[in-house]
């Protein structure tokens, strides 16, 4: 085992390949399924970086994160591992918080996955995306991990929100400090920091002879109590039931009752007619082609048996138009994919879930304001809507509605400042995700 890398050493809880867990990959991420079918919380697990660039295998084939994916699968969770682009360098660490906040959003978008609980657990140089989560707190966001965290942001990189100056901001955010005894130099002293802010708002297990990576490196039974516990924390705090609750380091919480916002179900495709439907919560402004109009549909005769008389010749009659009509919108609002992604969106944005909101959004989306403003990636959307989601502006009515593959048309309605404003708003959605938008007037 010592001749391995460290990053393909086993996992200290050992093999846990098994027929219990399934295990799907979806573009970078991989899934782990527990067995059943009941809607479950789930983790996502962030690894670290750099990495050296000639490595055999990214992060989610590594045996440390399939083995903790796999334990928390085993533990009644869905787990997920992410490959993101911090492994590149700390250049990439704008684009790795953007690709983590897409991972977030098709983990809780996942049939299996209660969305109102998730928790997140990051490793190592990924410690420099926590802040952020600390720091917005959606409702879902059940706890937050870090072991061996790295907490400073080198000289030189664009820093994002430093955890320990947001540690405690929010009293009922559980948060779990995993430390190694023997941690660099250069990583212990803003841990230190970071418990010192943290206080009671920071739950803390201790690894005293454990070093950075010891999950991989240091097969001792210091280290797989340490990661048993961790493990089992996080379960509990997502509502689920570990086993050996009475040696966990860290207590469960207390049995509560939830207060969380529970975001609305998507609501079905609204029929496309000439009256306002019903209101759905909807999205902002943005520009496209107008939804065609339709005709009401006529209903057919039946066709009679056929006549085996010859008889003068006709013209075979021609399909009532009024029927294509018909046809042709039973299959435009007919609900797919893409208008279920969108749903989910509209009801984010109608319950001013900001962090909801851009989940569902691919990090390069591209909006096209009715004005013609340009916005690009997640980091200028959050920018752009925060003040509209601060104030409590977010209503949107839809009017009428058209699907095509990846495709949603939308009459809309804004009242975003407070009049109703008639546009149209095209939606492109691939891989679960909004990749684009338009807007017109």
């Known amino acids: 085992m ?31 399924r527990p067995a059943g079918t009941a809607r479950t919380g789930a983790i996502l697990f962030v690894h670290g970086g750099p990495v050296p660039a000639e490595l055999a295998a990214t992060p989610r084939d590594w045996p440390v994160f399939k083995g903790y994916a796999t334990a928390a699968a085993r533990r009644g969770a869905v787990a997920a591992v992410v490959d993101h682009s911090l492994i590149r360098g700390f250049d990439q660490l704008v ?10 959003g098709l983990l809780r978008s996942d049939p ?62 559980p948060v779990l400090l995993t430390r190694a005894g023997l941690e660099h130099e250069e990583l212990a002293g803003p841990v230190a920091e970071f418990v010192s802010a943290g206080g009671t708002a920071l739950d803390i297990i201790d690894v005293p002879k454990g070093h950075h990576g010891f999950d991989m490196l240091d097969h001792t039974e210091e280290s797989r109590a340490a990661v048993t516990k961790a493990l089992d924390w996080a379960i509990a705090h997502l509502g689920e039931e570990p086993d050996g609750q009475d040696k966990l380091l860290v207590p469960p919480p207390p049995a509560k009752s939830s207060t969380r916002r529970t975001t609305s179900a998507a609501k ?20 496209a082609t107008p939804a065609a109009p339709t005709a009401r549909p006529t209903p057919t005769a039946p066709t ?12 075979p009659a021609a399909t009532p138009l009024a029927t294509v009509a018909a046809a042709t919108v039973a299959a435009a609002t007919t609900d797919t994919p893409a208008s279920r992604a969108v749903a989910r969106e509209h009801s984010a944005y109608a319950a001013h879930d900001l962090e909801g909101f851009l989940a569902m959004y691919s990090p390069t989306a591209r909006i096209v304001l009715a004005d013609g403003t340009e916005l690009k990636g997640r980091r200028f959307l959050r920018e752009y809507y925060r003040p509209r989601f601060d104030a409590g502006r977010c209503k949107t009515e839809v009017v009428q509605k058209l699907m095509l593959g990846e495709w949603v048309v939308e009459h ?16 492109r959605v691939t891989d679960g995700l909004i990749a684009e938008v338009q807007f017109r007037v």
């Open 2 to 32: 010592t001749d391995l890398p460290a990053y393909l050493r086993p996992f200290v809880l050992g093999v846990l390949d098994g027929p219990d867990v399934r295990v799907d990959r979806l573009g970078e991420i991989d899934f782990y």
């Open 95 to 104: 684009t790795a918080a953007d690709e983590v906040e897409a991972a977030v």
């Open 112 to 173: 299996r996955v209660d969305p109102d609980r998730v928790a997140l657990w990051f490793f190592s140089g990924a410690g420099l995306l926590a802040g952020e989560w600390l720091d917005s707190r959606p409702d879902w966001l059940r706890c937050v991990a870090l072991t061996y965290p790295l907490l400073a942001t080198p000289p030189g990189v664009e820093e994002l929100v430093n955890a320990a100056e947001v540690i405690g901001k929010h009293k009922d955010l």
């Open 268 to 287: 079905p495709a609204v029929a496309v007619k000439q009256t306002k439907a019903p209101a759905e919560p909807a999205s902002r402004p943005v520009p």
């Open 304 to 315: 009679a048996p056929a006549d085996p008389t010859p008889t003068p010749a006709v013209a």
């Open 412 to 427: 809309i309605q804004a009242f975003d400042t407070g009049e109703p404003t008639p546009m149209i708003a095209v939606y």
